[in-house]
């Protein structure tokens, strides 16, 4: 990998975290199937892995999606390795994430767009204040 994308993954990911952190704190949301009292779907897919998940995590953290927000800030930097396929695979990786995180009922939404506006204001970030590639 080259020291291009390896320095915005890193950079880009300070960034997200620094936004998302205070939504976490300070506005918690609950995840779609706890919001609604409905089984997990996650869980439907691979059993107890819910009970798992969440020793380490609570189940309203949603807003952003970070899953959605890294998810596309690695798509993102892998465009400055220029392997076409490489980077159509990461976008495809993409797409799935976004598609399961709804499925999943793991967030809402708004969440979704938010994990990805966040990532595109980390972009920003980085190619007018930190001048990535």
Do not use: R
């Not at 690695?74 to 993409?94: A, C, D, G």
């Amino acid at each position: 990998m080259n020291s291009s994308a390896l320095k915005n993954l890193s950079y880009g990911l300070i960034i997200i975290y620094i936004i998302a952190i205070p939504f976490y704190l300070f506005f918690p949301v609950t995840n779609v199937y706890k919001f609604y009292n409905l089984s997990s779907n996650l869980n439907l897919v691979i059993p107890n892995i819910e009970n798992f998940f969440y020793t380490t995590t609570t189940q309203n953290n949603c807003f952003p999606s970070l899953h959605v927000a890294m998810s596309t800030l690695i798509t993102w930097s892998s465009f400055s390795i220029k392997k076409k396929y490489y980077s159509i695979f990461l976008i495809i990786i993409m797409i799935s994430v976004i598609f399961s995180v709804i499925y999943l009922s793991i967030h809402w939404l708004t969440d979704v767009i938010s994990g990805f506006l966040i990532t595109i204001l980390a972009i920003l970030i980085l190619k007018y204040l930190i001048k990535v590639d």
